[in-house]
């Protein structure tokens, strides 16, 4: 192996190895340079060795002490290895579940430093998983954190980092006029600071500067290339032939933030400049109305719309429910997935080119050379934040003879004001809060050993009620990492061989194909079936009014805005809903305050900010696992709580603004590295096309 670079698979870096490297997987570390960007989630500040006898309950803390008794115990009821050590004010007892290898690690009489967080119990402090080091010099201090995966410790990824640092050379990415101008520390010196500081100024000054790059890059790739000045569109104004009909077709009345929002895309659409807006709609709340009317408005005018979502299974839904409501207005609407076989693509694409599909709703199929629209007035893009920022460019690349289509951002997973600020500062936003109706439900967490009686509760319920329920699993093959977790498969059968003989039990998952998928959800709508056991392919656009109970397994697996939106398939209507939640007693700390929240608060706009306190490193709105939100480093929930990091986050808007005035291509010399680092992204982002 060659010079390490941070180019380098991780497995050839000192210390790691093929084994290490798949559980560095999980982590999303692949390369070098992902192990250095995997910053700590929190600090911990061990600079004082503590006493025993001073512990107290829920503190972190580093303590010294002498081993003094090492053995097993099933105490607890669990299998546990345990090291006691003294410090001669008290014992505290250092404990690991299921690893009786650690015993071999420690001999009596050795003196060791521990750190982790205390627990007291029946008078005795215990630590759990401590990290354990006999010098103890890695263990007092200001202490990184790091997030963790089976076989990798925090302990083991300090060591890691340090290995990297010492080995890789680590080339700037920032001009100098820059680093100058925001007094911003070179990014070798940023990383050191992050990993191994020695005081929470270092770390405040390296988390801005890698703070102010990664969003500096993400304003720059959004608008490179481009005038900063509003792009000119084609000034659509409702003339009410599409639009005043099918707000008459509704079976439900708009709401006062429907028609709020309807009025703004108008006002927006009939400009010369295009339209730039963010659609926000709470679960129930009729988001999909509001972009099939804002569709209709370029229809009526003779113009085309499309409606890019980020999955087959959400543009399938997506293109049902506008059947419904346009095909009896008389509007053509067509569904182009990569999916189709290679004839219906052609086929549906001359309808496309022609401009006999007025509505065309798809996948990444949209923006694929093959696909080209007669004349294209209207971009929808549904759950922006699972687009990567080329990806979007290509869509808006569809409109013809240099006119800019109206350009319409919408999501069904509220995001916290802050948050969207940060994230669309450059559009305008639109929100819907209130539902058609005022929409009850009773939320349940019940644990597992209760599972029988939920299901006998809910059997009972669908019987005497006739209203109709979904069961949701996580999963829909068997895995043998998650042995406890039901497949789909396996608890459709289950339930099917435990439920009274006259309620029907239907199955949907996302390997079914389409047309199964339509017909069992067919026979839902019609009553046919009373219980549905379907993954997560529910969660959007599925609207059954008599469905009103809901269990979800292994709900501690799922995130806040997954179960906000699974919920919502249960509040269709104004009748009282039933949502239960079942999950292991014992669960992590984030997973049980997840689960509280649901069960505590029904508004979207309310969780949001809720999963904001509670949320991990970089996963709110998908940030590790989709383009345009790969911050690298960045946990986003930091950002938008800290006013610190939301200021770095508007002078990085000015800046990127301020240089692409100048430099609209970045080929200035001067900006040469921030020219290279873009592309680097763009090299990263895949495009699923069809």
């Given at each position: 192996m060659g010079k390490v670079t941070l180019e380098t698979d991780v497995k050839f870096l000192k210390g790691v190895g093929p084994r290490r490297a798949k559980r560095l997987e999980k982590l999303g570390i692949r390369t070098v340079e992902d192990l250095l960007y995997l910053l700590p989630r929190k600090y911990v500040n061990r600079s004082k060795v503590q006493k025993i006898a001073h512990l107290t309950g829920g503190q972190e803390a580093v303590v010294r002490g002498r081993v003094v008794e090492k053995f097993k115990?099933?105490?607890?009821?669990?299998?546990?290895?345990?090291?006691?050590?003294?410090?001669?004010?008290?014992?505290?007892?250092?404990?690991?579940?299921?690893?009786?290898?650690?015993?071999?690690?420690?001999?009596?009489g050795q003196t060791v430093y521990a750190a982790g967080r205390v627990y007291v119990y029946g008078g005795k402090r215990r630590m759990y998983f401590p990290e354990v080091e006999e010098e103890g010099k890695d263990l007092v201090g200001i202490i990184p954190i790091y997030p963790?995966?089976?076989?990798?410790?925090?302990?083991?990824?300090?060591?890691?980092?340090?290995?990297?640092?010492?080995?890789?050379?680590?080339?700037?990415?920032?001009?100098?006029?820059?680093?100058?101008?925001?007094?911003?520390?070179?990014?070798?010196?940023?990383?050191?600071?992050?990993?191994?500081?020695?005081?929470?100024?270092?770390?405040?000054?390296g988390k801005k500067r890698v703070v102010y790059e990664e969003l500096l890059k993400f304003y720059l790739r959004l608008n490179l290339g481009a005038k900063l000045g509003r792009r000119r569109s084609i000034p659509l104004k409702r003339t009410g032939e599409l639009t005043d009909r099918f707000v008459s077709s509704l079976p439900f009345k708009l709401t006062g933030d429907q028609r709020r929002a309807i009025r703004e895309i108008e006002e927006d659409m009939a400009k010369e400049e295009a339209m730039h807006r963010l659609l926000q709609g709470d679960v129930g709340s009729g988001k999909t109305v509001v972009l099939l009317y804002a569709s209709l408005i370029a229809i009526e005018n003779g113009y085309q719309a499309a409606l890019m979502a980020p999955t087959e299974i959400l543009a399938e839904q997506l293109f049902m429910v506008a059947e419904g409501y346009l095909r009896p207005l008389g509007v053509n609407v067509v569904l182009l997935t990569s999916s189709l076989s290679a004839r219906t693509k052609r086929n549906i694409r001359?309808?496309?080119?022609?401009?006999?599909?007025?509505?065309?709703?798809?996948?990444?199929?949209?923006?694929?050379?093959?696909?080209?629209?007669?004349?294209?007035?209207?971009?929808?893009?549904?759950?922006?934040?699972?687009?990567?920022?080329?990806?979007?460019?290509?869509?808006?690349?569809?409109?013809?003879?240099?006119?800019?289509?109206?350009?319409?951002?919408?999501?069904?997973?509220p995001i916290p004001r802050t948050l969207a600020l940060t994230i669309y500062g450059d559009l305008e936003v639109s929100r819907i809060r209130?539902?058609?109706?005022?929409?009850?439900?009773?939320?349940?967490?019940?644990?597992?050993?209760?599972?029988?009686?939920?299901?006998?509760?809910?059997?009972?319920?669908?019987?005497?009620?006739?209203k109709q329920a979904y069961v949701i699993a996580p999963l829909i093959e068997e895995s043998e990492k998650l042995e406890e977790v039901k497949s789909v498969q396996e608890l459709y059968e289950e339930l099917r061989a435990a439920a009274p003989p006259d309620l029907k039990l239907g199955l949907v998952h996302g390997r079914m194909s389409?047309?199964?998928?339509?017909?069992?959800?067919?026979?839902?709508?019609?009553?046919?079936?009373?219980?549905?056991?379907?993954?997560?392919?529910?969660?959007v656009g599925v609207d059954v009014p008599n469905a009103k109970y809901m269990v979800v397994e292994d709900a501690n697996r799922f995130g806040i805005a997954?179960?906000?939106?699974?919920?919502?398939?249960?509040?269709?209507?104004?009748?009282?809903?039933?949502?239960?939640?079942?999950?292991?007693?014992?669960?992590?700390?984030?997973?049980?305050?997840?689960?509280?929240?649901?069960?505590?608060?029904?508004?979207?706009?309310?969780?949001?900010?809720?999963?904001?306190?509670?949320?991990?490193?970089?996963?709110?709105?998908?940030?590790?696992?989709?383009?345009?939100?790969?911050?690298?480093?960045?946990?986003?929930?930091?950002?938008?709580?800290?006013?610190?990091?939301?200021?770095?986050?508007?002078?990085?808007?000015?800046?990127?603004?301020?240089?692409?005035?100048?430099?609209?291509?970045?080929?200035?010399?001067?900006?040469?590295?921030?020219?290279?680092?873009?592309?680097?992204?763009?090299d990263r982002e895949v495009v699923d096309v069809g």
């Open positions: 115990s099933t105490a607890s009821g669990k299998r546990e290895a345990i090291i006691r050590i003294s410090d001669g004010t008290g014992h505290l007892d250092l404990v690991w579940r299921n690893m009786d290898f650690v015993l071999s690690n420690f001999r009596l963790q995966t089976e076989g990798i410790t925090s302990k083991l990824l300090r060591n890691l980092i340090r290995n990297a640092l010492q080995s890789v050379e680590i080339p700037e990415s920032l001009p100098d006029y820059i680093l100058r101008s925001r007094k911003l520390p070179r990014r070798e010196e940023a990383l050191r600071y992050l990993h191994f500081p020695e005081d929470m100024e270092q770390v405040l000054l001359a309808e496309v080119a022609s401009g006999a599909a007025q509505l065309v709703i798809g996948t990444h199929a949209l923006i694929t050379e093959e696909t080209v629209f007669k004349n294209l007035a209207l971009a929808i893009v549904d759950e922006q934040h699972r687009f990567g920022v080329a990806q979007r460019a290509r869509l808006l690349e569809k409109g013809r003879d240099g006119i800019y289509p109206h350009f319409l951002v919408s999501t069904a997973t209130e539902r058609p109706f005022k929409a009850k439900v009773i939320n349940r967490i019940v644990h597992k050993d209760q599972r029988a009686q939920v299901y006998r509760f809910l059997f009972d319920k669908v019987r005497s009620t006739g389409l047309e199964e998928r339509r017909e069992v959800m067919e026979r839902f709508r019609r009553g046919e079936i009373h219980i549905l056991v379907a993954t997560t392919v529910i969660e997954q179960l906000h939106q699974l919920r919502g398939r249960i509040m269709r209507s104004e009748e009282t809903a039933f949502f239960v939640m079942i999950a292991p007693r014992k669960m992590s700390y984030e997973a049980r305050m997840r689960l509280r929240a649901i069960a505590n608060i029904t508004d979207g706009f309310a969780l949001a900010e809720e999963d904001l306190k509670i949320r991990g490193p970089g996963e709110l709105l998908g940030t590790r696992q989709h383009g345009e939100f790969s911050f690298r480093g960045i946990n986003l929930a930091d950002i938008s709580s800290d006013n610190r990091l939301m200021r770095i986050a508007e002078v990085c808007r000015r800046d990127a603004r301020y240089i692409l005035r100048k430099d609209p291509y970045l080929l200035r010399p001067e900006n040469a590295l921030l020219r290279r680092s873009l592309e680097k992204l763009e």
